[in-house]
């Protein structure tokens, strides 16, 4: 599955599910560009790359930004030539009941889940076109197939990003471009390395395989789709997590 002077970018590639698709892209010979949403997470995406041995660079990004979006992919133009694997990564939680959630925590799920699919794919497609190849990978969640108390605005994004990738798959397949998602389940993250044990018990007691899962596990997933081993394969979600969901 050679990925050889592909120009691959992924969002939020500074730590966790990201940085391990980040590394395996890369070690399948892709050229590497990631980001983050400060510039000293971009710094530290160039400084494991070029410590791995990988061709790219890190790059500062608010992908809730029209502004900031239209801005890297012009930097990347110039520096590397056109994105033709994008993997969209980057997410945020807001968790809240419903009774509680205010607003802007709606807003800023929605915005930063969901919409910078729409602003990423959109800065993306015009060099997959030209390419005539082109993959884009959406990285979903078991919470927007199973849904979950306390993440309506959450589930609400990675649902809508499934769709979006159904459509999009269709705009976009006679031009040799796929569009896929990897919904994850409970992968070990820092973000699940917080949960409280009683809460990490009952969560692997939904879960067949009754561990959670790895990054890289997500990673090698997102490698085949960029792959042409995956040309063939397009419109889906793929669903990584141990038996939790079986869609």
Known sequence: MSLEGKITLVTGASR??????????????????????????????????????IQGKGYCLDVADQESVAAVFKQIKEEFGDVTVLVNNAGVTKDNLMLRMKADEWDQVINT???????????????????????????SS??????????ANYAA?????????????????????TVNAVAPGF?????THELPEEQKQALLQQVPLARLGEASEIAEVVGF????????????TIHVNGGMYMG
């Open 16 to 53: 966790g599910i990201g940085k391990a698709i980040a590394l395996s892209l890369g070690g399948k010979g892709a050229v590497v560009l990631g980001t983050a949403t400060s510039e000293a997470g971009a710094e530290n995406i160039s400084v494991y790359l070029r410590e791995s041995g």
């Open 113 to 139: 889940n969901l919409s910078s699919i729409f602003r990423t794919s959109k800065a993306a497609l015009k060099g997959m076109t030209k390419a005539r190849w082109g993959r884009i990978i959406n990285i």
């Open 142 to 151: 078991v919470i927007g197939s199973m849904g979950n108390a306390g993440q």
């Open 157 to 177: 994004a990675k649902a809508g990003i499934e769709g979006f990738t159904r459509s999009l798959a269709k705009e976009v397949g006679s031009r040799a471009i």
């Open 187 to 191: 992968i070990q993250t820092d973000m």
């Open 225 to 236: 789709l960029a792959s042409d081993g995956a040309s063939y394969v397009t419109g889906e």
